[in-house]
């Protein structure tokens, strides 16, 4: 996929950008580099390839990025933090209806 300058403008038209010519035409270039560069991408076959949640692990496994254990650390004090409310209800807050 490639633009054309007349699409450049209609998009700077759009974004309420003012451009001139050459910076129209350095935009063009640099978009079209930017197209030029995702359609590389599709080009590569990744079937089969498993996600990185970090992607220099892939490179430097020592410096992937480390996850701890969820578990929880604090007490369950839902109970003392809902005594002062006016109103709660199934360990939720009740709070009076403002829209009909």
Known sequence: MSLELSDVKRLSILAQIELNETQSTQTLDKL????????????????????????????????????????????NRREDYQKPAPASQDGLYLVPKVIE
């Open 32 to 75: 079209n580099g930017i197209f030029s560069l995702v359609e590389q991408l599709r080009a590569v076959d990744t079937a089969g390839i498993e996600p990185l949640n970090h992607p220099i692990a892939a490179m430097q496994p020592d410096l992937s990025l480390r996850l701890r254990d969820d578990v929880a650390s604090e007490p």
